[in-house]
């Protein structure tokens, strides 16, 4: 018995090799801006051949173009996660000129700030069309291609604003949808696991991308700052090792998981 103990901690020395993406096909939504890129570089520079799909196409192609540059394989998609069919024609193009697809990154998503009280019906719901029902087709799409080997491996851009609600940040939309990430994630994880599906998510703190250098963030940016432990906004790079960690088989116990990447801030 304690002999057998022993040598189960014998094997637990960590094996790097596990983080490695070698061999891999990913798909990365939103992948031509902020975290979507930075995660599309960190997988193909992890060894994993990456298709790059955005409703810019023309950031699609610069992120692939990237990938290339620094001696990986990228594929730009055009692609809009909210059309019927976009993403599966997607992930179709993937799997043809990459082939099967084992690991999906689903970044694309929109911010904005509205007053609840103002707030349309139209704002609301397109927040919701992006956000949600465009992650959840994406997720759909995806794992119909890992069915087919039984193995895959999917992580969604939550946020902390589906955790915690800021006072002076009026995104009722937003937070409530990202909310919605986190708990789909954990749904789709028990649904798929025994497909050999695993689903996890990853709640970043405040990122300095596009998205937050808009007017309504970056005008607070010094006053946030105050209240994150580590005093400052992450760069996008920072959320590269918790994707790559999430994905690979280094996670292979990991599914359901809202991983938190905020500096602290959710911790006040
Ligand atoms: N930046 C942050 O501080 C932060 C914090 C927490 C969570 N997030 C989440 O991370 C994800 C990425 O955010 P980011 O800051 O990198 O934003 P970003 O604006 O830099 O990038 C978003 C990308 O999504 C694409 N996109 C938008 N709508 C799309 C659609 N319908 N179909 C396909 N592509 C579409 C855009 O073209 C863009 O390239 C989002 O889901 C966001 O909510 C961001």
């Excluded at 801006?33 to 192609?61: H, K, P, Y």
Aim: proline fraction near 3%; hydrophobic fraction near 45%; glycine fraction near 10%.
């Amino acid at each position: 018995m304690r002999q057998s103990t022993k040598d189960a901690r014998a094997s637990m020395v960590c094996d790097v090799s596990r983080f490695s993406l070698r061999g891999d096909v990913a798909v990365v939504t939103g992948g031509g801006s902020g975290i979507g890129r930075a995660i599309a570089l960190g997988l193909a520079s992890a060894g994993a051949r990456v298709g790059v799909a955005d409703m810019s196409a023309e950031s699609a192609i610069k992120t692939a173009g990237e990938i290339a540059g620094a001696g990986g394989i990228g594929l730009a998609i055009h692609t809009d996660v909210t059309s019927e069919g976009g993403i599966g024609h997607a992930v179709k193009v993937v799997e043809r000129e990459l082939g099967p697809l084992s690991l999906a990154v689903n970044s694309a998503g929109i911010a904005n700030a509205v007053p609840a009280l103002e707030l349309t019906t139209e704002q609301f719901e397109q927040m919701y069309r992006i956000n949600v029902t465009g992650l959840f087709r994406s997720c759909q799409a995806e794992a119909r291609a890992m069915l087919r080997t039984g193995r895959g491996s999917i992580l969604n851009l939550a946020s902390i604003s589906g955790i915690v609600s800021h006072r002076e940040m009026l995104q009722s939309h937003y937070n409530s949808a990202k909310a919605a990430v986190a708990h789909l994630t954990r749904s789709l994880a028990t649904e798929w696991a025994t497909h050999g599906i695993r689903v996890n998510s990853l709640a970043p703190g405040f990122t300095l991308t596009p998205m937050n250098t808009r007017e309504e963030v970056s005008s607070m940016r010094a006053d946030i700052s105050r209240h994150i432990p580590l005093e400052r906004f992450a760069e996008p790079e920072e959320m590269v090792g918790p994707a790559v960690f999430l994905l690979s088989s280094a996670a292979s116990y990991c599914t359901g998981v809202d991983l938190v990447v905020d500096g602290g801030f959710t911790l006040l």
